[in-house]
């Protein structure tokens, strides 16, 4: 419910019928809140997959690398026994150990062979069609572009597909440095969790380039990453000030400030939870905006919306965008392990 303040000044007079003005203290307030936001299937796949997985085989469950990138979500997940390392290298021998929602390329799955693990793949089916397209383009020996961010997880698995027909192209100014061994027979595929609008930019001038350009048969950047920037642009014009809750390291959280900038908004700012809010922020500020990153919980959200209530903001106003139903099964190897301990758990009890 959004409320105005009833403490109107007014100067001495005669009433001329005129609503009363308001000083920018006194002006309405409002907060509004990105819907869809938070969650996205794939993270909440793999989430669950960790929690399954310390229910089922007990503690502890290695991860390699952050299952999401999100620290809070990382931190809950230690305390429940999960243990998370950088390389395979780092598990014990005949371990299990959860690979991360960003994908990891054929030779991790060659180590953790190596080493006797009991691997747990929870990468998104969506950075998985990815990695079959870079297969599928390679076989047919095309040079492929991948547009993305050196040194993400998800760009380092998709690359380890096919590394040697794999170039990563980081914005439309790698594009004039570009080397491909015939112009046409040049394709691209991209970082599922990149700004919409700056992937078509970067795509268009590699075009201009490769004009034979070859595009993925389906569209690479993931549908809660669209939805997420589609709902922002909804909020961000004319808001004050724009908050994303996400971790500094979550590639999709950081899009979105720069999606909401570009979208009209005055100031936007990535917090991992209200503790990172700068009361200065709200000085002179009426219409706030929220949202939040693909892995980001939703009590976070709820602390920032607490934080702005306690400042004298009302209710949040949800504005909807897009409505998603999309939901991932869990990993075949953990889906096998329940169903048998289910199985297993049956026959103890008609034995009993």
Not at 111 to 136: F, G, M, N, S, Y
Not at 276 to 289: F, K
Request: charged share 25%; glycine share 6%; net charge negative.
């Amino acid at each position: 419910m959004e409320r105005m303040s009833t403490d109107v000044s007014r100067s001495p007079g005669v009433s001329m019928g005129m609503p009363p003005v308001l000083s920018p203290d006194e002006a309405e307030k409002a907060v509004l809140l990105a819907a869809p936001r938070g969650y996205c299937a794939g993270v909440d796949r793999a989430v669950v997959t960790v929690e399954q997985a310390l229910d089922l085989y007990g503690a502890p469950v290695y991860v390699r690398k952050q299952i999401v990138h999100n620290k809070h979500v990382v931190a809950d997940l230690e305390t429940r026994g999960a243990i998370f390392v950088e390389e395979v290298a780092e598990v014990p021998t005949g371990a299990t150990v959860v690979f991360s929602a960003h994908g990891v390329s054929p030779e991790v799955h060659r180590q953790a062979a190596e080493r006797d693990l009991k691997t747990i793949d929870a990468t998104c089916p969506l950075v998985t069609k990815v990695h079959h397209e870079a297969k599928r383009f390679a076989s047919d020996d095309y040079d492929i572009l991948l547009i993305g961010h050196e040194g993400h997880e998800e760009v380092e698995g998709t690359a380890g597909e096919a590394p040697e027909h794999i170039q990563l192209v980081q914005g439309p100014e790698d594009v004039a440095n570009i080397v491909v061994r015939d112009p046409s027979r040049v394709a691209w595929l991209s970082q599922t969790t990149l700004s919409v609008d700056e992937t078509l930019t970067t795509v268009a001038a590699i075009r201009e380039r490769f004009p034979e350009l070859l595009d993925p048969p389906s569209d690479d950047i993931c549908y809660a990453t669209q939805n997420r920037q589609l709902a922002v642009k909804e909020i961000s014009e004319g808001a004050d000030l724009l908050i994303v809750v996400g971790s500094g390291n979550s590639s999709n959280s950081v899009r979105l400030v720069e999606v909401a900038l570009d979208a009209g908004a005055k100031a936007s700012y990535r917090v991992d939870d209200a503790s990172e809010i700068d009361e200065a922020w709200l000085e002179g500020v009426r219409t706030v905006s929220v949202t939040s990153g693909a892995s980001v919980p939703e009590s976070l959200v709820d602390g920032v919306l607490a934080y702005l209530a306690e400042r004298g903001y009302p209710d949040a106003k949800a504005v909807h965008s897009a409505e998603e139903s999309l939901i991932f099964s869990l990993p075949k190897e953990l889906r096998r392990d329940l169903k048998a301990a289910r199985a297993a758990a049956r026959e103890a009890s008609e034995q009993n």
